[in-house]
């Protein structure tokens, strides 16, 4: 009763995260390692979870997607595919002790890329400097991020706005749209890849996805009505700061 519970507030806490500033594998992938899962079940599982949700907001970005600057919808689709089944490969061969002792510095780079995130992508935008306009340089970006996201979830989504920023894309709705589209083909890939190699959680994976699922819904009412995102931004950077702590301290403590 005590694991349900705890994989049910986490999972709800990620959804409403995710629909409100983003950053809720910093909840569940912690709290399925903390009730026994092991860290790279706990990655795998943790990415399915989110997988309704990557699929609610694209559907909820749709005209933005559709239309606009950047990329065309195919060579992203199928960059964030390739980079996906690439990156969820690499964590197939990578052994469970080397994992654990990465994780610490893949939770760091992800608090510290989602603390920064929102500043870097003003600046970018600000600026106007980004990448050459080249379409092998723009896409060899987009492959990068998303072997990344297909290896570990977390600060998936500021990763590729601040990408997309490089690029020089200026439209945060149609940015925002795409980055939800590339999370979720690339999620669903990769969860394919570890579905096929024995890696997902099933009986946590219910609880949590559940929970992601309510969460969602729930979020997706909240983010409507809040104008100030900075106190769900600085929760989860606190959450990301404490979980990199402990997760350092049980690697190389």
């Known amino acids: 009763m005590l694991t349900t519970t705890i994989l049910a507030l986490a999972g709800f806490g990620a959804g409403a995260l995710n629909a409100i500033a983003g950053g809720g594998t910093f909840l569940t992938f912690p709290a399925l390692v903390w009730v ?26 749709r005209r933005d997607i559709q239309a606009g600057e950047g990329p065309s919808l195919t060579a992203l689709v199928v960059t964030a595919m390739l980079g ?3 990156g969820a490969l690499l964590l197939l061969v990578t052994p469970e002790d080397l994992f654990s002792g990465v994780i610490p510095w893949l939770l760091l780079m992800a608090t510290l890329a989602f603390a920064a995130g929102p500043a870097l992508l003003r600046g ?7 990448l050459p306009d080249a379409v092998s340089l ?19 989504g500021i990763l590729l706005l601040a990408a ?21 083909v690339l999620s669903a890939v990769s969860v394919v890849t ?17 929970g992601c699922a309510t969460g969602g819904y729930v979020g997706a009412h909240m983010a409507r009505k809040m104008q100030d995102l900075s106190l769900p931004r600085t929760f989860i ?10 997760f350092f301290a049980q690697a190389y403590g």
């Open 124 to 130: 970018l935008l600000a600026s106007g400097r980004h």
């Open 138 to 156: 723009t896409l060899t970006l987009l492959l990068l991020v998303s072997i990344y996201g297909g290896y570990f979830n977390g600060g998936l």
């Open 36 to 61: 026994g899962v092991s860290p790279i079940m706990a990655n795998a599982t943790a990415t399915f979870a989110a997988l309704p949700g990557y699929a609610g907001s694209s559907w909820a970005y």
């Open 84 to 86: 996906g089944i690439l």
């Open 194 to 210: 570890y579905s096929l190699a024995g890696l997902i959680d099933w009986n946590a994976l219910l609880v949590t996805g559940l």
């Open 237 to 246: 950077v606190t959450v990301g700061l404490v979980t990199t702590i402990v």
């Open 164 to 184: 997309f920023g490089l690029i020089g894309m200026s439209d945060l709705h149609r940015m925002n749209g795409l980055k939800t589209l590339a999370s979720l």
